[in-house]
């Protein structure tokens, strides 16, 4: 007779769609923009603490002003330390060269860091085009505010625009594309803008380039009911979604056996409707007359 075993969960990605917005390998495909780079400084350039290439945005705006973060601040990545501000207009758009029907993951990173010394977090909008995407400085991070969208353009040019809506400054620090499989992430009309991606895991690392070959960003999730599992052995990913190895060889498994595995979140929007992704990998040796089965 087989023995079951209980829930095995490796990780899990949340994203929702917006309903009104219509396989990387070595940085191919890859459009990494270091906002504000001045033109003193050498571009492209690697960043030293992720191995990718990024551009000055020069080609790709003529509007805005370059500034840089407070130099007091914690140390960050070198295409955080400058930003282009957008003091004159209502609307400032990126445009950017890109292969129509293409999936693209699209990130923005904002990273205030009292470069006006003024201490007053931007409050604006981004757009992808006329679409409304995402309001920036909702919640004033800190540490810095980054956005997810997984779009298709439907022509060979993207606008990424910045729309002020009140008296603050819109600004940005760096703006990435990286194309995806195109039979992944579907959704039956709209983009799906992320909001968690997860892997279990009671590690404090977060798992980007290179380690993810699309360069989508993995950070670390653990509850106390759960247990950590993990394996040496490689992992199959041979499916579109190219989930990283090291995702793949962590898991959680409820403490106590006889419970359920639960994951609860807290949604901005809880009438979005939402696409989960969850992934799994037998991470464990199973004997003969076993099994792992669950609802």
Not at 69 to 74: E, G, K, T, Y
Not at 192 to 203: A, G, Q
């Amino acid at each position: 007779m087989e023995r079951p075993h209980g829930v095995l969960l490796v990780a899990f990605i949340v994203a929702s769609t917006i309903i009104h917005l219509v396989q990387a390998e070595d940085q191919e495909g890859f459009i990494s923009v270091d906002c504000g780079l001045p033109p003193s400084e050498v571009s492209p350039y690697i960043e030293p603490d992720t191995g990718l290439w990024f551009s000055s945005d020069s080609d790709f705006i003529q509007s805005g002003k370059i500034g840089k973060i407070d130099a007091s601040l914690p140390k960050t990545l070198k295409s955080y330390v400058t930003l282009r501000y957008f003091p004159d207009g209502i609307r400032n758009c990126y445009n950017l060269g890109v292969k129509q029907g293409t999936n693209y993951l699209i990130r923005v990173t904002v990273l205030y860091g009292n470069y006006d010394r003024l201490n007053i977090y931007p409050k604006f909008d981004l757009y992808i085009g006329p679409n409304f995407w995402v309001k920036i400085g909702e919640k004033e991070e800190i540490s810095g505010q980054t956005e997810e969208i997984i779009y298709i353009p439907r022509s060979n040019y993207l606008d990424l625009c910045l729309v002020k809506t009140g008296t603050s400054t819109p600004m940005i620090s760096s703006l990435e594309l990286r194309p995806l499989a195109n039979d992944v992430y579907i959704t039956e009309s709209g983009s799906l803008k992320s909001l968690k991606r997860y892997y279990l895991s009671n590690s404090e690392t977060i798992l980007s380039y290179p380690n993810d070959v699309n360069d989508r960003i993995w950070e670390p999730k653990f509850e106390s009911e759960w247990k950590q599992i993990s394996t040496s052995f490689e992992a199959n990913n041979t499916n579109g979604f190219l989930v990283p190895q090291n995702v793949l060889k962590t898991a959680a498994i409820p403490a106590n056996a006889s419970a359920p595995f639960n994951i609860t979140e807290d949604l901005d929007f809880p009438d979005d409707e939402i696409y989960v992704y969850l992934h799994f990998s037998e991470v464990q040796s199973l004997q003969a007359n076993e099994s792992r089965e669950f609802d």
